[in-house]
């Protein structure tokens, strides 16, 4: 039976995959998490911690390893093959570090898996290593730039403009596939977009900052404008609950017909924010004004987009030549100025004294409000094929609203 590694294993992705293989004794040997901090709540005692930095050099990653992930046996009357696979390792690398500067990030989070990597190594682990699967995300379609190719497939090119800055999505693949050259090991990247999921402490998720935003809303009994235009309220999204990425990526490292492909994990029902926003204002038992988008916005903003939208590169083959405008983000609300209204501030602390210590008082300062205006902002749809993980044997379904 295997055994598992899972960095990033405080984050949101993190925490859904440890949950998901602790619900399953019979095939997982051993958990590993590794985190830099101590996960909140294991969900399960058969998980043990490796408190890591994976920006450490590689011979300290080793040193780490060797003490937790020591092959379980060296008895020289058990076959080699048979004890590689008592002591087969899959690896969840969600470890993400999020920096002001693409470029940071290109070298920040590629410099993370390189080292994780040359550790294993290093600790003579490799020759365990059966595969590695890699959490990036939808900016490998370049949707940060404006519109891109509907839907997005994952044999779409890459965004390969010389005016973009590095994307580190594209550096973390090609170190995968530079590391597992000529090696017995191999991997899968899986691209999901605008997760939705939960862990304790942590506000890169924008179900956190909408939370907080509504919740605020309701004590000022003030209505909840959708932040975003009228465009993209309207227009198509895709999501990507945790839980079912946690699913899928599993699934993903168990199915050989997956080595060294590069696969979507979406929801796979688009969704429309016409339609969840509603839902939103009756869980937080807010109103949303029947005539919104007919009101002055509250709180603008607008942000012109500098570089090229990833479509353009399709335009000829589609036949949409000087067609493509560049893109603007328009915001009704905008969510970082509104963070920082003194009357919301008051009332956040009033809501945090209330809770007794169950919400944290740093929420409002630390979600992630500048993502969610560039979410939100956006005024072209997101849809992402899952068509390659079904034809590939993938079942699994997910509902943006009712999974949640």
């Known amino acids: 039976m295997p055994r598992a590694i899972i960095t990033g294993a405080t984050g949101i992705n993190g925490t859904a995959i440890l949950q998901a293989l602790s619900a399953d004794p019979t095939t997982w040997t051993e958990i590993h998490a590794v985190s830099r901090s101590l996960p909140s709540s ?19 990653i080793s040193t780490h390893l060797q003490s937790k992930l020591t092959p379980s046996s060296s008895n020289e009357d058990i076959p080699r093959v048979a004890l590689i696979q008592v002591n087969t390792v899959y690896v969840f690398f969600t470890a993400y570090m999020e920096k002001p500067t693409e470029e940071e990030m290109a070298d920040v989070d590629g410099r993370m898996l390189r080292n994780f990597i040359e550790g294993l190594r290093e600790a003579g682990l490799e020759g365990c290593l059966k595969r590695v699967v890699l959490t990036t995300g939808a900016k490998y379609y370049g949707v940060q730039h404006g519109p891109i190719k509907l839907p997005a497939e994952e044999t779409d090119p890459r965004v390969d403009d010389p005016t973009c800055p590095p994307n580190f999505y594209y550096v973390q693949e090609d170190i995968l596939r530079d590391e597992a050259r000529d090696r017995n090991w191999d991997w899968v990247i899986c691209v999901p977009n605008d997760i939705i999921g939960y862990a ?6 924008i179900a956190s900052a909408l939370a907080i ?11 909840l404008f959708f932040p975003g235009n009228e465009t993209f309220y309207t227009g ?12 899928f990526e599993i699934w993903a490292a168990l199915t050989p017909q997956t080595s060294n492909q590069l696969l979507n994990i979406v ?23 029947p005539d919104q988008f007919s009101r002055a916005a509250p709180l603008p903003s607008s942000t012109k987009l500098p570089l090229a939208p990833p479509i353009e590169a399709y335009a000829d083959t589609a036949g949409l030549a000087g067609r493509i405008p560049r893109s603007t983000l328009e915001n009704r609300v905008d969510l970082v100025k509104w963070s920082q209204r003194q009357e919301v501030k008051d009332a956040w602390e009033k809501i945090v004294d209330r809770s ?4 944290r ?3 409002l300062e630390k979600a992630t409000w500048r993502f969610a205006n560039f979410v939100l902002g956006r005024q072209y749809s997101i849809v992402i094929s899952m068509a390659k993980g079904r034809e590939l044997g993938w079942k699994g ?3 943006t609203w009712g999974g949640v």
């Open 42 to 60: 294991p969900p399960s005692s058969r998980i043990k911690h490796t408190p890591l930095d994976l920006l450490t050099p590689p011979s300290e």
């Open 200 to 205: 304790h402490g942590n506000y890169m998720n």
């Open 213 to 223: 935003y509504a919740t605020v809303c309701h004590e000022l009994s003030e209505p």
């Open 236 to 247: 198509w999204d895709s999501h990507s609950y945790s839980k079912l990425i946690a699913e």
């Open 267 to 289: 929801n796979d029902d688009p969704a429309t924010w016409a339609t969840n926003w509603p839902r939103l204002a009756t869980y937080f038992n807010t109103r949303i004004p």
């Open 356 to 359: 007794g210590g169950k919400i």
């Open 361 to 363: 008082s740093d929420g």
């Open 397 to 399: 379904w997910g509902s």
